[in-house]
Each structure stands twice: as C-alpha cells, then as structure tokens.
C-alpha cells in the first residue's frame, strides 16, 4: 500500500514545503485585508464582537465599511487560541487547504479519466503551480473557497447508487464554499447546472438523493441571498460591478456626443446594453489572455510575482495538446472541462479591475488539459528506441524542471524585496517604529487608516479597538480614531502645510506618506526596496 502511493506521498511533501516555508516571512508583509481578517477573528475570540463592535454570523464587518465572507475568520479563531495572533497563525488555513488540494485534484482526474498517471501528473502540477502557491502563502479566502468547490465537485462525481450519500457531503461542501468567498456565489448556480448534465444518467437512479442535494444547497443558497439583499453585501459587489448605473450612463452620454449620427440612431448602437456587453466583454476575454495566464500574470504584485505567469510556461503546448486530445476521445468530458474555465472567469468578469483571485475557481482546469499532453506525450516518447526515448524524456523532465526553479526563485528570493511594498512592508515597518519609540512622545499621528494593521501587529485590547472605533474623534477637522496615544486619521493639511508645527502639538511623532513636508528633515525615512524612493517618512514637532 505505501508503494503503491508513494509518489502521490512525495508530491503531498513537496506541496506542504512550497507552502509552509518560511511561510510568515514571504510574502514580506502584512496588508490591510490579512491585518483586518486576523484582527477581527482575535477580536471574535476575546470579546465575541468584531473589531467594530458588531457581529453577524454569515457576513463579519469589514473596514472598508463592506461585510466579509466569515469561514477563514472562524478557522482561524481556534489557531489564535492555541498559538497566539501573528501572520504565520494567520495563514496556516490557506495553506493547509492548498496541500489538500494535491489529492483532490488528484481523485477528480482519475475519476474523469480512470488514469492514475495523468492523475499524478496534475496533483505534481498543481503542487508547484504559481497561482497555487500563491493563495495558499497568505491569510486570504481564496484557497479555502478553491478547496470547497473542488471538494463538492469530487463527491458528486463519485456518488452513485452506493454511494450516493456522497451527494449530501457534496452538497454541504459547496454550501461550505459560498461563505468563504464572494466567486462561489456566482459560480456555482450555473456550475452545478453543469454537473447534473455531465452526470443526468446516474441521477435518474438516485432521484431522492439529488434531492436532498438541491435541498442543502437551496437552504445555504438563501442564506447568501439574505447575506446580499438585508446585510448590506450586495452595496459590496455594486462597489466593484462593471455594470454599476451611474458608470454605464455616463458612458452612454459620452457615445452619443462623440458621433455625427442623430439621436435616434446612435441610442440604437450607444445605449445601457451596447456599453454594459461591450464591458462585460472587455473584462471576461481579458482573463484569457496567454500572457496573463503563462507569460507575465497580473502587475498587481498582491496577487502575482508578475514576471511569471499563473502557469509555468512549458505548460502552454501541453495546454493546448490537451485540449485536442480530450475533444478527440471524449467529447463528454471536453465540454464538461471547457465549460467549467468559461464559468470560472464569469467572476471576474464582471467585476472591476484586473484582479486573478476573483477567477481562482477556474484554475484546476489548465493543470488538467496541461497533464494529458504531457502524460500523451511521455507515452508517444516510450515508442522510440532507447537512446532516443531516454534522451526525449530528460530534456522534458529538466526542461520542466528549470521552469518551476526559476519560479521558486523568483517567489522566495525576488518577490520579498521587490513586493514588499504592494504587502505593506514598509507601512509595518513605520509602526513598528512608532511603536518602540512611544515613550518619547505625548502622541503619535498616523496620516492615514492604519489602525487594524497597527492592533494585529501589536495585540491591541480588542475591547479597546471597539470603544475607539464607535466613539471617533476629531483633531482639527480630520476624523480620527485614536488608541492610546495613537492617533489614525488623514490628515489632509499635511498636503498644504510646510512644517509640521503649523498643525501638530509639540511632543509628537508624525508618520506620513514621502510625498508630504518634503521640505523638512525627517527624523526616520522607508524607502522602497531599491532605497531611491521615499514612501513614508517620520518626523518629531519637538
């Protein structure tokens, strides 16, 4: 038996080292949306409240003012418990779920191909694969979401006549999964559409069981509908919907005005639904674009290395070797891979930005297509004679080698440095600073809204928190909410005044931005990773 799955062993290690190490040191900082997640699950813990002073079961307060998906702040309410707040406790769950992806991918291939080689080959992929990786290194939803849809996935495909309580575990894996992250709730309605096309023979048999299937997830499905329409989630998607009202009608004026056509024929082409298709397709084709996928992914350095893809770029001709092959066997499964990629990137789709993460649930399927090129290609290899096949062979497997070697250098030796300021490094650093030199002042002035990166770096007393952040104050016309001797709030006269002097009380230690009292001496400066750029600065009014 330990022969028998002793590679799928290996490649579980492999994947628990890529995610585990060195894990609280890289990415190199702690960003707002880790700080507030982490934040509100201590807080939960000690005083039963998020950090805002108010708690609701499916949808946590956020500090944009929006509400947040509450499974990772629940799994991580235990972790805290045992082993204290700090990052590495933080994103332990992602990382967990990003290794248990490995055999689950794993079981879903072999399942749809009956091959335990392309199986081992997808989990080997998805062990190293940069998008991979990278949700599961830091405390976000991303991996846990991924987790679940694939789990639901994998026991439907399995449940059958004997095992047809599979479909309830499915069922409640999925439900698990819209309260983890904000893509399920869009993916899955038309997703699990999909599976009961690719599986209608075996429902037919087991029509009560699908049933109680509907039923779970139906239930789960209206508590999101209650969470979006009376929790106030749904002002969340409008803030980033590419189909928001106001955008679409400013657009639409401009079309008109730009044109020599008279109204009633240019209201034809220029209207509501012209701009919101042309959006809509603008965002969606702009996901599948070769190199976001496999050649430089997304400049947003939160959510990619930037100078590799999502997929390692030996990938590409498997991908697509892949997808001929499927669509030449079986067509069934084909559709069923391709369809499940077209709704993957509905998320992000239509949302703003160009953001990977809200088109996470797509990525198993590249991995997929990639493994039957190569598993077809290994095999077409084996039919040369020896020093041929041998050498065929190596060059594939180094080959590949070298491409995932650059990867994890990049990942684990370039990116701390050079990203360090899209994960707040030196925001950290500044408090840090503000921190251990506290005595020295009477106050401390943050220019800016850095209180929950400040009470997760610092153990702040959530209940302080709480009365700081329902009893704000004002300092000379900015809104501030101040803890202890810190006081956070933008502060906007720094943009007009010369010296800090002119606004700040003596025997204070100020933190803003490197653009601001450029005139001034500053008492500390945090540049960026090159030390050319200044990004915040400290000063002292004595």
């Known amino acids: ?108 291939v072999n399942k749809l191909f009956r091959s335990k080689g392309v199986a081992a080959v997808a989990a080997l992929l998805i062990a190293v694969n940069p998008w991979a990786i990278h949700i599961s290194r830091q405390g976000l939803l991303e991996s846990i979401a991924l987790f679940f849809v694939c789990l639901g996935t994998l026991l439907f495909l399995y449940a059958s006549e004997k095992n047809r309580y599979l479909y309830i575990l ?63 989630q749904m002002g969340d998607y409008n803030s980033v919907s590419i189909f928001d009202k106001t955008g679409i009608e400013r657009t639409v004026n401009r079309e008109r005005n730009e044109t020599k056509a008279p109204l009633w024929l240019s209201s034809i082409f220029h209207n509501k639904a012209t701009v919101a298709l042309g959006r809509f397709e603008t965002s969606y ?66 949302t703003t930005g160009n ?36 050498t065929a062979r190596l060059s594939l497997v180094v080959t590949c080698i070298i491409f995932v070697i650059s990867y994890l250098f990049t990942y684990f030796f370039d990116y701390p440095v050079y990203a360090s300021e899209s994960w707040a490094k030196q925001q950290n650093d500044a408090l840090k600073y503000a921190f251990l030199n506290e005595g020295k002042y009477e106050k401390i002035f943050i220019d800016g809204r850095w209180e ?45 005044i010369k010296d800090p002097k002119e606004y700040f009380s003596d025997k204070s230690l100020i933190i803003t931005s490197g653009t601001k009292l450029k005139d001034i001496l500053p008492l500390k400066e945090f540049k960026d990773p090159g030390g050319i750029r200044v990004i915040f600065n400290a000063f002292s009014v004595e």
């Open 355 to 390: 953001y990977p993460y809200r088109s996470v649930l797509l990525l198993p399927v590249p991995i997929i297509f990639s493994s039957i090129g190569i598993v077809w290609l290994w095999n077409y290899i084996k039919k040369f004679k020896i020093p041929i096949s041998f």
């Open 452 to 496: 929950s990166m400040f009470a997760f770096n610092f153990k702040i007393d959530p209940v302080l928190f709480q009365k700081a952040y329902l009893n704000q104050e004002e300092y000379r016309g900015a809104k501030i909410m101040r803890i202890g001797k810190f006081y956070f709030g933008n502060f906007i006269a720094l943009d007009k």
């Open 1 to 108: 038996m330990f022969k028998k799955h002793f590679p799928l062993l290996l490649i579980l290690l492999l994947a628990l080292i890529l995610r585990f190490w060195q894990l609280g040191e890289i990415p190199s900082g702690i960003h707002m949306d880790e700080a507030d997640t982490g934040y509100s699950a201590y807080s939960i813990l000690k005083t039963g409240l998020s950090q805002y002073g108010s708690f609701n079961l499916l949808a946590l307060e956020e500090s944009s003012g929006g509400t947040h998906p509450p499974l990772y702040i629940y799994l991580i309410i235990p972790l805290i418990k045992v082993f204290g707040l700090n990052i590495f406790v933080e994103r332990i769950p992602s990382a967990i779920f990003g290794v248990l992806m490995v055999p689950i991918l794993f079981l879903i």
């Open 285 to 350: 084709s702009s996901i599948f674009s070769l190199n976001w996928f496999f050649l430089n992914g997304q400049g947003n350095l939160q959510q990619s290395v930037a100078k590799h893809g999502q997929f390692h770029l030996f990938e590409l001709p498997f991908f697509f070797l892949g997808c001929f092959i499927i669509f030449t066997k079986n067509k069934k499964i084909g559709f069923f891979l391709l369809t499940w990629i077209l709704l993957g990137a509905i998320p992000g789709g239509i």
């Open 170 to 232: 499915s069922a409640i894996s999925f439900g698990l999964s819209l309260f983890s992250y904000d893509a399920p709730k869009v993916f899955l309605p038309p997703f699990i559409l999909l599976l009961v096309f690719y599986k209608k023979d075996d429902l037919i048999k087991i029509k009560k069981y699908f049933m109680y299937f509907l039923i779970i997830f139906g239930m789960s499905f209206l508590l999101i509908l209650k969470v979006l329409y009376f929790d106030g």
